[in-house]
Structure formats: structure tokens, C-alpha cells
């Protein structure tokens, strides 16, 4: 389990610390996924790793690929592109399905800025 | 560059930890929105383990194979959200 890529000095050490910094992002989101008390805190923690981790990782990636083909290779911002667009969506939806759960159609529609039927005094 | 290989290392056993917590969070998760959530940090970390892995080996039969994981890992996560919202997938 040694084996590593032969790049330059300068890259290899930005290589290493994006990819430390990413790891370390996630592990935190992770530990914050396990740790917090209630669902709503617990949403937010594993995008630290969706946003951060996963930019620092990319970036990591793509300086060592660019280096190893020299020639600049940015196929990672795919990877990245997707998951920015495609997180919210999978955390809007568990968010309101846990709010419809829990305080009825009427708080959910309250969210997305429907109106409301006020309940008679 | 044998400091680059003990940093990616240290980088796939930090990755590796977070995993842990996801899968203890999908295992003990005391709703089952817990466990949708816990599944979407887990296939997120997986992309990003292959993706270290692609570094260290150099090659990028990895970057597909975690680009094929994001497609397929928002599809399921979004699936089951709706179910959970709606009770349906596709209505």
C-alpha cells in the first residue's frame, strides 16, 4: 500500500494536503451525522462533505491528472457539478417529508409560500 | 514520493471512518428518513474514496466508476425521498 503517483515536488505536496483537507472535511461532517440529537441538525452536516471534501478531493485529482498526462484535465468538475445540483434536491425533499410528518400538510405548504388556512380563534 | 503515498493513506482511513459513521448512522437510525440521509453522506463518501484510490493508482478507470456511483446514488437517494414524502415514486 505504498504506491503513489510520481509527480514533482510541489505538486505532490498540494496533492497531499487537498486530499488530507478533503478527507478531513468529510470525517467531520460524518462524525456531526452521528453526533448531533435531532433530524434537522443532523441534514446539515453531510454536505460539509458534498461541498468541501468533494472540492478539495477534485482538485486534488485533477492537479494530479493534469500533471501525469501534462496536458490540463478537467473532467473531474463533472463529479463536482453533480453533486452541487444534485444534493439540495435529495435534502429538500427528506426535509419536507419529515415536516409533513411531523407537523401536517399544513406547515409543508407554509414552506414552499402557499397560503395558509389561519385555524379560528 | 513516498510522503504523497502516507498521505493518501491517512486520507482514504479518514474517508474509510467517515463510512463508519454513515453506515452506524444507517443502522441505527431512529426514522427512516435517518437512514435515507445516512445513505446519501455514504455513497458521497464512496465517490470520493474511489476517487483517492484513482490518485494513488494514477489510472482513470476510477473517475468513471465514481461518476456512474453520483448518477446512480441521486437516483436511489431522490427514489426513496420521494417514497418517503409521497408514499409513491412516480405518480
Not at chain 1, 505538486?11 to 460524518?30: H, M, P, R, S
Not at chain 1, 419529515?98 to 397560503?115: K, S
Request: proline share 4%; charged share 15%.
Amino acid at each position: 500500500m505504498t504506491l503513489a503517483p510520481d509527480l514533482p515536488t510541489w505538486a505532490a505536496i498540494i496533492v497531499a494536503i487537498a486530499a488530507l483537507l478533503g478527507a478531513a472535511i468529510t470525517l467531520i461532517g460524518a462524525i456531526g451525522l452521528l453526533r448531533l440529537p435531532s433530524f434537522y441538525q443532523r441534514v446539515h452536516p453531510p454536505t460539509l462533505g458534498m461541498t468541501f471534501g468533494a472540492f478539495f478531493i477534485l482538485c486534488a485529482s485533477m492537479l494530479c491528472f493534469s500533471i501525469l498526462q501534462s496536458r490540463l484535465v478537467l473532467h473531474e468538475i463533472l463529479i463536482g457539478m453533480f453533486l452541487l445540483l444534485t444534493t439540495p434536491v435529495t435534502l429538500i425533499i427528506l426535509t419536507e417529508s419529515a415536516l409533513r410528518e411531523e407537523h401536517g400538510a399544513q406547515t409543508a405548504a407554509f414552506v414552499r409560500g402557499e397560503p395558509v388556512d389561519e385555524p379560528e380563534q | 514520493m513516498n510522503a504523497l503515498a502516507l498521505a493518501l493513506s491517512a486520507a482514504q482511513t479518514m474517508l474509510a471512518l467517515a463510512g463508519v459513521c454513515a453506515v452506524w448512522r444507517l443502522v441505527r437510525g431512529p426514522r427512516a428518513r435517518d437512514r435515507v440521509l445516512a445513505f446519501d453522506a455514504l455513497y458521497v463518501v464512496g465517490i470520493l474514496l474511489l476517487l483517492t484510490e484513482g490518485i494513488r493508482n494514477g489510472r482513470t478507470v476510477f473517475f468513471e466508476a465514481s461518476l456512474v456511483m453520483s448518477a446512480l446514488g441521486f437516483t436511489s437517494s431522490v427514489a426513496l425521498a420521494k417514497f418517503l414524502l409521497r408514499g409513491e415514486v412516480i405518480e
